[in-house]
């Protein structure tokens, strides 16, 4: 396993565009996260699944956005009518069912021209 | 509010010697700390952790000091090396406190240079 696989790690978009991004966890971890890192902050939980099910959604997370983890494995992360203000690192981790062992992807970086 | 804070945005030091890095959290319930390292294009690396139940957790070169009544943590790095250079977050977690204990509260981070 090569650890959490983010995709694509780069993304620059104009405003009003959709864009969606997708997440590979570790396999046999059962969690996966979302956070957003903007610049000169810490990583912000955006959003979290335990296997196929979303179990929380932060209120940061507004109504453009949208995440699914179809069969509990890979997750994708979709914005809707992109705005200026949505540019950031997009991380995703995974970890096993118990513990707060995260491991981090990559990450994709947005830009919203 | 910030929940996790990291008061100083950067730290330097000379290579070999001690690198000691700061948090201060609010949040009572948080019984679990971790330290993540992150490189520029890339995503945040585990470092080292500590429970609420112990004062002092060390692997290898990196220890983490906790101290509840005041609410701070520190990392000590000895000694330190260039290849250490990164933004070092610290993170919270309510583990045991059920409901929300997966989630993470980061603070906004150290940027550690140390010089040749």
């Known amino acids: 396993d090569t650890g959490v696989s983010q995709d694509p790690r780069h993304k620059i978009t104009k405003r009003g565009q959709n864009v969606t991004f997708r997440c590979d966890p570790i396999s046999e971890h059962n969690r996966l996260y979302w956070y957003r890192q903007t610049l000169g902050q810490g990583p912000e939980f955006l959003t979290y699944?335990?296997?196929?099910?979303?179990?929380?959604k932060s209120r940061l997370l507004s109504d453009r956005f949208s995440a699914e983890r179809p069969k509990g494995s890979f997750s994708t992360l979709e914005i809707q009518r992109t705005e200026q203000g949505d540019s950031a690192m997009y991380l995703c981790a995974s970890s096993p069912q118990f513990g707060v062992g995260y491991t981090f992807g990559s990450g994709t970086r947005l830009t919203v021209v | 509010d910030q929940q996790v804070k990291q008061n100083s945005p950067s730290l330097s030091v000379q290579e070999g010697r001690i690198s000691i890095l700061n948090c201060d959290y609010t949040n009572s319930m948080f019984d679990y700390f971790l330290w993540y390292k992150k490189y520029p294009a890339e995503g945040p690396t585990f470092l080292i952790s500590?429970?609420?139940?112990?004062d002092k957790n060390e692997d290898g070169r990196f220890t983490v000091f906790l101290n509840k009544s005041a609410k701070h943590l520190s990392l000590h790095i000895v000694p330190s090396q260039p290849g250490d250079s990164a933004v070092y977050f610290c993170a919270a977690s309510a583990l045991s406190s059920g409901g929300s204990n997966y989630k993470l509260t980061f603070g906004k981070g150290t940027l550690l240079t140390v010089n040749p």
């Open positions: 500590i429970s609420s139940i112990k």
């Open positions: 699944f335990q296997n196929e099910a979303q179990l929380e």
